[in-house]
């Protein structure tokens, strides 16, 4: 059934797809996309369940409410990313675009909702159709959707992220971890500046700054179990206004990811400690601080064998790949996980040409998008056959 319903429709999500994929916005601020997809899911029939909290976001349900519900969800936002593709879909917002796949996300789950509503798919139960801002924003728009009461009566929940190292006709899971933890962390080094002729009489930051990276990274080393994955990295060092001016204060802004949640406290205390060694030895004053923390996102097994089966029997399986390792990537999804069971999967969506998701020129081979729905409706429809014969 489905595989007919997609030769009809395909097109037609390529369409959506590439609408989407010409009016990016960032998160919080997706109104037009939420629009669009609102009046999508309003012309299926489907009535639409937004409260102020949600600020973008929205759900619809599909069913009856005479057994469990699954939620699949899909965000909102694109990222502040200039497009440089030259395709006539290209991005008309400047220096927004759909450069992690969003705008597939979104067809996915419309295009699901147009399957079951128009093949009326009958089921003892209901599908949550969640549509979330804010995925690419800490904290991000599913503590939003969470708190504004999105999944409430949720049984459980499976979300897809498009994943460019594999061909669109796969997609990868594994068990447990799927991505990892990540704690943004803020750094302040301070000193009373000086002239860049004398800095043995006054603190030089530069050096300070520098000492402090490379003994962040080799404690870790040092002090965690080689097999551990862990990942210290800064993406933004801001101080100092001239060549010969040592400066009076630098900042540094960078995230810590880890797949092991028992190493947060002794991640911690490795920080601590090479913090006040470099102070120490530098005789800089440095203040540091996690601004923000989100959890590793961790797979229910039993969710995880209902994607594996549904997508073994739909796709075959030598199109379903057991993933050996864990992203390192953070995903807001995470926090649904930690209200209620679910699994995430990674759809491969690989073009020929795309380097990775995140850069400027980001594109997409969108049979991924079949790919997607097919996994979705086969595993709905498993989901709600064993809780029949159960």
């Not at 797949?259 to 406290?265: D, I, S, T, V």
Request: proline share 3%.
């Amino acid at each position: 059934m489905i595989d007919n319903w997609l030769d009809t429709n395909f097109q037609k999500l390529v369409e959506i797809r590439r609408w989407l994929h010409r009016h990016p916005e960032v998160g919080f601020n997706e109104h037009e996309t939420s629009q669009y997809c609102k009046k999508l899911m309003s012309a299926l029939g489907l009535d639409i369940y937004q409260n102020d909290d949600m600020k973008t976001g929205f759900y619809c349900d599909y069913g009856n409410g005479n057994g469990p519900t699954i939620a699949v969800r899909c965000d909102l936002d694109a990222l502040p990313i200039q497009e440089i593709n030259k395709v006539d879909y290209c991005s008309l917002n400047s220096g927004v675009s759909h450069a992690c796949g969003h705008d597939a996300h979104l067809t996915n789950i419309l295009g699901l909702a147009s399957f079951m509503v128009e093949s009326n798919i009958n089921i003892p139960g209901k599908v949550r159709f969640l549509f979330q801002p804010a995925e690419e924003i800490a904290p991000g728009g599913a503590v939003v959707m969470i708190d504004a009461g999105a999944i409430e009566g949720v049984d459980h929940i499976i979300g897809g992220h498009i994943l460019p190292s594999l061909s669109p006709e796969k997609i990868g899971i594994r068990y447990g971890t799927m991505a990892a933890a990540v704690e943004q962390i803020d750094v302040t080094l301070n000193g009373p500046g000086g002239h860049t002729s004398r800095p043995a009489e006054s603190v030089d930051l530069i050096w300070a700054q520098s000492h402090l990276v490379i003994s962040l990274e080799e404690s870790l080393k040092h002090h965690l179990d080689q097999r551990e994955r862990v990942v210290l990295a800064f993406g933004s060092v801001e101080g100092g206004h001239t060549g010969n001016v040592l400066p009076d204060e630098i900042k540094m802004e960078g995230t810590l990811r880890y797949l092991n949640m028992e190493l947060e406290n002794k991640l911690t205390k490795i920080i601590d400690n090479t913090i006040h060694a470099v102070e120490q030895l530098t005789g800089a004053k440095i203040s540091w601080s996690i601004s923000y923390a989100a959890p590793g996102l961790i797979n229910d097994n039993k969710c995880t064998e209902l994607v594996i089966k549904a997508a073994n029997d739909i796709l075959g399986e030598e199109n379903v790949v057991l993933m050996e390792e864990s992203s390192m990537g953070g995903e807001d999804f995470a926090y649904y996980l930690e209200k209620i069971p679910g699994a995430y999967f990674r759809i491969g969506c690989n073009d020929g040409k795309t380097r990775d998701i995140h850069t400027n020129d980001f594109n997409l081979d969108e049979h991924c998008i079949a790919t997607a729905i097919k996994v979705f409706s086969e595993l709905i429809a498993q989901y709600f056959s064993s809780k029949k014969n159960n």
